[in-house]
C-alpha cells in the first residue's frame, strides 16, 4: 500500500502560472494605452506648431511697426542700427542680432533683420520646420507682412 504524505509539496506551481509572454488581451490592453496616449498627444503638438508660427509672426509684425514709427518720427529715414530700432521696441536686441541679416535663433524661430535708412526686413524662419513652425514670415518696408 502506498503511503500518504501529510506534508504539503509548496514547490509546486498552481495550473497555468509556468506561463511566458504575455496574453492577446493583455496586449491588446498596451495597444488600446499607446492609442489613447497618441490621440492626446497629437493635438497638443500641432497647437504647439501654431502658436510658435503666430508668435513669430507678431514678432515680426512688431518689429515693422517700430521701424514704421521710427521712419514718421525721422521725416521718412529708417533706423540704420538695432539700437536706434530699439528705442521704438525694447525687445529689438533679442531678435536682431545687427542691421546686416545675421540670424538670432529665440525659441523655434531664427530671426534676422537688415536695416537701412532707405528701408529694412525683417524675417522669421523655423529653425527645423515642421516640428517648431511650418511658416517662414517676411516684413519689408512699407509694413508688408507675407508668410513664404
Known amino acids: 500500500m502506498a ?7 509548496l514547490s509546486a506551481k498552481p495550473v497555468g502560472m509556468n506561463r511566458k509572454g504575455f496574453s492577446l ?9 499607446i492609442i489613447l496616449l497618441a ?20 514678432v515680426i509684425r512688431k518689429l515693422s511697426v517700430a521701424a514704421e514709427n521710427y521712419a514718421t518720427n525721422h521725416n521718412g529715414a529708417y533706423p540704420t542700427s ?9 525687445s529689438a536686441g533679442s531678435y536682431c542680432t545687427n542691421a546686416t541679416g545675421a540670424t538670432t535663433v529665440t525659441g523655434d524661430y531664427s530671426y534676422a533683420c537688415t536695416l537701412g ?3 529694412y526686413t525683417f524675417t ?3 529653425v527645423v520646420a515642421g ?18
Not at 503511503?3 to 509539496?9: C, E, G, P, T, V
Not at 538695432?82 to 525694447?90: D, G, H
Open 25 to 33: 488581451v493583455e496586449i491588446i490592453i498596451i495597444l488600446v494605452i
Open 82 to 90: 538695432v539700437t536706434e530700432l530699439s528705442k521704438f521696441i525694447a
Open 124 to 126: 522669421a524662419c523655423p
Open 131 to 148: 516640428s517648431g513652425g511650418n511658416v517662414t514670415y517676411t516684413a519689408t518696408t512699407g509694413g508688408v507682412l507675407t508668410p513664404l
Open 117 to 119: 535708412a532707405g528701408g
Open 39 to 58: 490621440v492626446i498627444a497629437v493635438p497638443y503638438l500641432a497647437t504647439s506648431v501654431k502658436a510658435n508660427a503666430t508668435a513669430a509672426k507678431e
Open 3 to 9: 503511503r500518504i504524505s501529510s506534508r504539503l509539496d
